[in-house]
């Protein structure tokens, strides 16, 4: 298991201005003999990231680069699509181009490109998509269109390869919140998602009510560590319900507690309503192992990078005897080099992908 | 010099190869929404049609707008990566400039008006020059109706072109001296970009791939939010 470490040489500075540089500083890494010749440099420009990597044969990361947009939006108090696909044409090639120095490969080295085709913002997917193509002309490699959720699904082998098989992945982002029994690397059932707004959406609209600006997530983090996380009963929608979330009854609870009740703290109100989502995301994670024999829980998406997230999960693991995979968390947030890992699953699978296929907004697990 | 021109800023999307002999291939289709499917299989025909392979290309040139926001993002990033990738250097020419320029030999001074959508079109006039065109008016972006109201006090003989002078035909018929152009010459074409661009590169008017930015005219529309970004 692996909590804490990045994995390799990623950095993930959020709020960085420009592209991030190696961690690693040394000498560049070294591909392995098995993993020599089956190099993909991925790339991944969904949302407010603009990442490139170059991984080995699936799972040997040689460089991962990520540039966050997260300042630009910052002012604007969420993701502007606009902003973001303006930001995706300026940045990608110096951060493609850092992946690669970074991964000290040559361009012939490179067996196939990869980009994120779905789900995410039109606008900006097209951008990571038409530099992936364009790349696999020039280079004359294959071209592999990936699937996001999936590229998150395989995060957790990057940080820890020996990762056992079922478990239940908890994908949690500004974007998705779903619950995932992972069967095998390219065979999953989605349990169960959100009914309205996903998890971070409900951290982004919390913390904008009690005025701590954007983005919620790691604010409220911070927050909560000073607050008691018992002071406010806030519900846990559809808790003993199935395998769906429900957070915008939970969003509201917090704006009308906070309404009626100007002088709580908000570090005790932020501690609350993050125990209320943490706590109804590990319980149906907790029983839906249960139900399918699974042998860990594993986080995945921009959330996992929740501490309270994580000792939750952690702390059920200990207590139903499962494995706990907790990815890094720059493996958590969007990057590349899960993009890459998952396009060579793909890849093997399916052979490459035309290249005629598109961005498409509204993508979904692939189930079987 | 082998040139790839890449043209994406309108609902036409396409891309041509070519040298001081001319266009040697180019690929095109009108399908609006379809630019990221459809360019990257484009090239590779067109280079099959010219028997070239894409380390052929000493340069590339794109299409940087004004026009159509996704369009123009497929385009530009498709012509820097591979630029970048092919180590070559870029032209970048303007939408407009390559509407104007295969009416370089009517005479009269056109306006070149793309679709902005929204009630507006991008905008700029141009006067002949024996061989090409010239600008006469900076890039706008601008309604209809303003430009109706321009031609009105110039009073001259003007010629009017583009996807937006097709959409908005009806405000300009009957305007005196004011003709409008055949809807054949209404989107920038990728056979105009590679001869434009020709001559661009051989007298060496290149960017540099990271300092190409497709020309938006338009800030997004999202305000700041002040409550935001107080941490
Ligand atoms: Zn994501």
Redesign the pocket.
């Known amino acids: 298991m692996n909590a804490s470490g990045a994995v390799g040489p990623v950095v993930n500075t959020r709020g960085a201005v420009g592209p991030v540089v190696n961690a690693s500083g040394g000498v560049g890494p070294v591909v392995s003999a098995r993993d020599a010749g089956r190099a993909i440099l991925g790339i991944e420009t ?2 407010d990231e603009t990442a490139a990597a170059v991984v080995a044969g699936g799972r040997q990361v040689l460089s991962s680069v990520v540039s966050s947009q997260v300042d630009l939006h910052a002012r604007y108090g969420g993701v502007v699509p606009e902003v973001a696909g303006r930001a995706h044409v300026e940045r990608l090639v110096p951060v493609m181009s850092q992946a690669l120095v970074e991964s000290a490969l040559d361009d012939s080295d490179i067996a196939a490109v990869a980009a994120t085709a779905g789900p995410g913002l039109v606008g900006a997917l097209l951008v990571g998509v038409s530099a992936a193509k364009a790349l696999a002309l020039v280079w004359d490699v294959p071209f592999v269109a990936v699937n ?1 959720l999936e590229a ?1 699904l395989h995060a957790a082998f990057l940080d820890e390869p020996s990762l056992e098989l079922p478990v239940v992945v908890i994908l949690v ?1 500004g ?2 919140t779903m619950l995932v029994l992972m069967e095998d690397r390219l065979r999953y059932r989605v349990l169960g998602a959100t009914v309205d707004d996903a998890a971070g959406k409900a951290f982004d609209k919390v913390a904008r009510y009690l005025g701590l600006g954007y983005p919620g997530g790691p604010v409220i983090d911070r927050m909560s560590t000073q607050g008691d996380r018992e002071a406010f009963a806030f519900p846990r929608a559809m808790l003993h319900d199935g395998w769906n979330f429900s957070f915008s009854g939970l969003k509201t609870a917090v704006i009308n507690h906070i309404r009626r009740h100007p002088d709580s703290a908000v570090e005790d109100v932020a501690a609350s309503f993050q125990e209320a989502v943490a706590d109804v995301l590990v319980a149906k994670a907790r029983r839906a192992a249960a139900a399918h024999d699974a042998r860990g829980l594993c986080l995945a ?2 959330v996992a990078a929740n501490s309270r997230l994580r000792e939750l999960t952690l702390d059920a693991c200990t207590a139903d005897g499962l494995a706990a995979y907790l990815p890094s968390r720059a493996m958590c947030t ?1 990057n590349a080099a899960m993009v890459a890992a998952a396009a060579w699953w793909r890849w093997q699978a399916d052979g490459p992908s035309a290249l005629t296929v598109g961005a498409d907004p509204s993508l979904g697990l692939p189930e079987v | 010099m082998l040139i790839l021109g890449i043209e994406s800023a309108t609902g036409r999307v396409g891309c041509a190869i070519g040298s001081h002999e001319g266009v040697r291939a180019s690929v095109q289709a009108t399908r609006e929404r379809r630019h990221a499917e459809l360019l990257a299989p484009q090239i590779q025909a067109a280079c099959a049609h010219a028997d070239i392979s894409l380390r052929d290309v000493a340069a590339v040139a794109v299409d940087v707008g004004p026009g159509l926001y996704t369009g123009l993002r497929v385009g530009v990033t498709t012509a820097i990566t591979m630029a970048h990738a092919l180590r070559v250097p870029v032209v970048a020419v303007c939408s407009l400039d390559l509407v104007a320029f295969p009416l370089r030999h009517t005479g009269r001074s056109i306006s070149v008006m793309i679709d902005a959508r929204r009630g507006e079109v991008f905008h700029a006039r141009y006067g002949c020059l024996p061989g090409g065109v010239q600008r006469l008016s900076d890039p706008e972006v601008v309604t209809p109706d303003h430009i109706v109201s321009q031609m009105l006090a110039r009073d001259d003989e003007s010629l009017v072109v583009g996807d937006g002078a097709v959409r908005y035909a009806s405000m300009f018929e009957g305007l005196r001296g004011v003709e409008l152009a055949d809807p054949g010459f209404a989107h920038p074409s990728a056979e105009s970009l590679v001869l434009l661009a020709h001559s661009r590169a051989v007298r060496e008017e290149f960017v540099r791939p990271d300092e190409i930015e497709p020309l938006y005219l338009r800030r997004p529309d999202a305000q700041p939010n002040p409550i935001a970004g107080r941490s």
Do not use: E, L, T, V
């Open positions: 969904s949302c996001h998150h982002s974007g998705h998406g921009g969007d």
